[in-house]
Each structure stands twice: as C-alpha cells, then as structure tokens.
C-alpha cells in the first residue's frame, strides 16, 4: 500500500494499492478483451457515456476538488477549476466522437482508393501529480473517443483524484474493463506499461529523465509514444506592453498552481526601457498574494507538492546567488515559522538581473520562482528565449504586429501566446519542441494519434 498525505501538513489523506507486473499484465489483458466491444460501440453511444460522465463530475465539483486539493496541495479555486477542465475535455471529445471519417478518392489505374481510420487498441497513459485531472482528461478523451481502451497509472503522490474521476464515467456507464487504472510506483508499474509487448501507444508527462527512459524501454515495441515533457516558457515583454496586464499576466503565469505546470512562465525578458516599472509592479502583486493550506478561504497558492521538490528549487536559486547569476528580490527561503512551517511551503519568489545562463533559467524550476533578464532588441529577447533544451511554450507581450509576427515565426515552441500565458483550450494542440516533447495533446489532432489508418484499393 502507498500513503498518501496532504503537502499543506503532512496529514494522511488516503491510501492506494502499490501495483506489480502482474497487474499491469492482468489489466492489459482485459483491455484487450474489451476492445472489440468498445470499438465496435456506436461512436454516438460513445459520446453520450462522455457527455453523462462530464455531467456526473460537474454536480460532484465540490467534493472532487476538496480530494484535489486535500492530495496535491493547489488552493480549492484552482482545483474546481481543474475538475471543471476535466468535464471541458470530455465534452469536447464527446462532441467530435465519429466526426473522423476516412478518405475516398478513384483512379482508373488503381480503382477506388479509401483509407479507413480505426482504434489502435489498448493504449497505456503514466500521469503526474501537477495537473492530475486535467491530464487525466487529456489522456482518456481522446483515446476513449477513438474507441480505444486504455490502462492509465496515476502518479504515486496523488492518484486519488484520478481514481474518483475514473468512477464517475463508470457510473455514466463506461464498462470498468475499458478504462483500468493500476496505482503503484513508476519503477514497478510506469516500467511495466512502457515495456509491455502488447500495448499500442503511451501518452507519459513529466520530466525529461523519466520520458527519455521511459522511451528507451519502450523502443523494442515499437508501440506510438507521446510524450509530454516540460518546459521553460519564457515570457517577453515589449515596450509597448501594457505594464499592468504584463505584470499580472506575470504573477499569475508564474504563481499558479504553486509554480507546477509544464507552460508556466519560467523566464521573463524585459525590454529594458520598462524593466523597472514592470519588477517593481510585479514585486507588488506578488507580495499580496496569501500562501497556505490550499483548504483555507483566501488562499492563492498551496505549497510545494514534496519537500523534496522543494529542496530541488530551493537549491537553483541558491547556486543562481552563489554564483553571482542574478539578486534575489523577494522570497528565496524556506519558512520555518508558523503553519508554514508544518508543509512543504515556498514563498513567491522574485529574482531579477538574472544571467540567461544561471541554473534557474536553464534547468525547468518546478516551482514558485519568477527569474527576470533585461533585453535591449527583440531579437535578442528571442535569441534568449530559444536558448534552452526546452520548447513548449513562450508568449510575446506587444501590440505591434511586425513583432508579433516575428516572435510567432521565430519563438522555438509548441504554443506561443500573444498577451497571454498558459491558457490550453482543449479545441487546439498542446505540446512541445526540441526536449519538450514528442506528438500533441488537445483538439482533434490528438484524436487522430489514436487512430491508424488503412488503406484499402478495391479493382472494381
Ligand atoms: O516526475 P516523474 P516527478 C518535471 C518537473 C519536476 C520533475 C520531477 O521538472 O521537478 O519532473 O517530478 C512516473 N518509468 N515534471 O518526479 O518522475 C511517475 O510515477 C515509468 C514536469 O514527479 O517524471 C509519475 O506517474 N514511469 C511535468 C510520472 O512518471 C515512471 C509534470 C511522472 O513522474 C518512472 C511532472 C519510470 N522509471 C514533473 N519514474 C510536466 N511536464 O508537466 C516515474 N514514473
């Protein structure tokens, strides 16, 4: 069995099964014997099942939130929001379910030529704790849609939420043998899944490490990979910005959800004509935001979700100080007063005049650490921000359409926003470049990952 416990003090939430191979075997298994029944569902059928479990999680918002917020540490506002998001996605791909038909065309050489379009068949997902709902639902969407079955592992640190959003598309009348979640470790069951012979694709975020091994093991079986792997979006404030919208757009990009999302902004360029103006506005916004047990009303952002995460963000900004690579301007520390002291609690941290090569602008800082860095030319902004392994996100902040069009061509990522940050509507893909990342999640891109096509050439 694995412990579960609140980030916010240590308190024991829940407890799940610490899965083996054999499970991992015996799930699979079923998966496959509820292919043919899932597959062969009428796609409207499949989309009602959709539509109903995103109708069942809507009504149970408050108490799903509060096993959120309760196993991950995120304040209660951020975790109805994720729940919310979870019942979007289901019903985005419940309304596209059968809308992707096949093509048809006719050659007098080659006869009628069509290609059909069917489900893979069982796919496997391995999520993190960060956005686990919403994850969730970026992963079994699609894949369910498709008419696909899917064998799903939780992360170890919060997979109770996962399991109670699995049981609400039971109850809207998903068959259980169609949808299998196995709990347990990454080493024992996350290894398992990505080494099974009989698995058709893996959907896996988290970090680089563990998708670059997960993909090692998982090459002999060729099975599709997509994998979701970070990043370290960096924001670029022009100066014609809104100075106020920047700032907020900064404090929140960065803040939210404890500083734990793959898109959030990890590094801000500043033109230097308003760079002072803009640390000093952001300074302040970030200085009235309330830090605590993500259960308490007010609250803005949770804590960390392990010390030892913690400890690794902690530590970049300590080598970023030590090596005289940028100033910290507020925050910086571990509490050790108070309720704060009782999790695993990190201020909202602001670093300013930071080298684009000290550790908190190369490594991904998973957690609540604003590093920014003047800029004197556009094009240095975006020379800078596309120097990192890393390319999943970046925004531009301008109203100048010659820069929007630069930064939209040139900016090395997945997404790219423009007076915004970190908003991922399910309609569009989502996913990264370079080190972050292989395929798409999101719209009916994803859809189309889960499905092979045939191609058929009939000689009348
Ligand atoms: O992630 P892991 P962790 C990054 C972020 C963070 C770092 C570590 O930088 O600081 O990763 O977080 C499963 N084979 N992101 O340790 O280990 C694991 O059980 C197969 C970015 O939590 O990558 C969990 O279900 N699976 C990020 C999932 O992989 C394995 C989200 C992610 O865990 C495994 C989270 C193995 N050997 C972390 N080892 C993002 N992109 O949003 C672990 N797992």
């Excluded at 809104?242 to 990009?253: E, H, L, N």
Aim: hydrophobic share 40%; charged share 20%; with cysteine.
């Amino acid at each position: 069995m694995f412990e579960v416990h609140n980030p916010a003090d240590g308190s024991l939430v829940g407890h799940v099964h610490a899965g083996t191979e054999d499970d991992v075997n015996d799930a699979v298994r079923t998966s496959w014997e509820a292919f043919s029944l899932w597959s062969d569902t009428d796609p409207l059928d499949r989309s009602r099942i959709l539509f109903s479990a995103a109708r069942l999680v809507r009504e149970d918002k408050k108490e799903l939130s509060l096993l959120l917020t309760r196993e991950q540490g995120k304040p209660l506002r951020e975790s109805v929001n994720e729940i919310a998001g979870f019942a979007r996605v289901l019903e985005y791909y419940a309304s596209i379910t059968g809308t992707l038909q096949g093509d048809y065309g006719y050659s007098k050489n080659y006869g009628h030529m069509m290609v059909m379009r069917q489900p893979l068949g069982v796919c496997a997902a391995i999520i993190p704790w960060n956005m686990p709902a919403l994850i969730m639902g970026w992963k079994t969407g699609p894949v369910l849609a498709a008419g696909n079955t899917m064998v799903l592992k939780p992360s170890a640190t919060a997979p109770l939420t996962c399991i109670a959003l699995a049981e609400h598309l039971y109850r809207a009348g998903l068959p259980k043998q169609v949808l299998q979640l196995v709990t347990g470790s990454g080493r024992v069951v996350g290894q398992a899944l990505a080494r099974h012979n009989n698995i058709r694709s893996l959907s896996f975020t988290g970090a680089v490490s563990t998708g670059t091994g997960v993909a090692e093991i998982a090459a002999p079986t060729l099975k599709k990979l997509i994998l979701e792997l970070g990043g370290s979006d960096a924001m670029i404030v022009c100066k014609d910005a809104d100075p106020y919208a920047a700032a907020k757009g900064a404090v929140s990009g960065r803040f939210f959800n404890c500083g734990q999302t793959c898109t959030s902004i990890k590094r801000v360029f500043v033109d230097s004509t308003v760079y002072e103006p803009f640390v000093q506005k952001v300074r302040e916004l970030a200085e009235t935001l309330s830090i605590g047990n993500g259960l308490s009303d007010g609250v803005d952002m949770g804590p960390v979700h392990t010390s030892g995460q913690r400890k690794d963000v902690h530590f970049l900004v300590q080598e970023t100080v030590n090596n005289d690579q940028g100033k910290v301007l507020s925050g910086g520390y571990i509490p050790d007063t108070g309720s704060l002291k009782e999790g695993s609690f990190y201020p909202p941290t602001i670093m300013t005049g930071v080298d684009p090569d000290a550790p908190v602008m190369k490594e991904e800082v998973f957690g609540p650490v604003l590093p920014v860095s003047a800029f004197d030319t556009v094009a240095d902004a975006i020379d800078m921000a596309n120097a990192t392994r890393f390319g999943l996100g970046a925004s531009i902040w301008t109203h100048d359409m010659r820069t929007i069009s630069q930064a939209t061509r040139e900016l090395d990522a997945g997404i790219v926003w423009v007076n915004q940050h970190l908003r991922i509507p399910p309609e569009v893909p989502f996913g990264g470049v370079k080190s972050s990342g292989l395929g798409r999640e999101n719209g009916r891109y994803a859809l189309l990952q889960y499905l092979e096509e045939k191609t058929i050439l009939i000689n009348p």
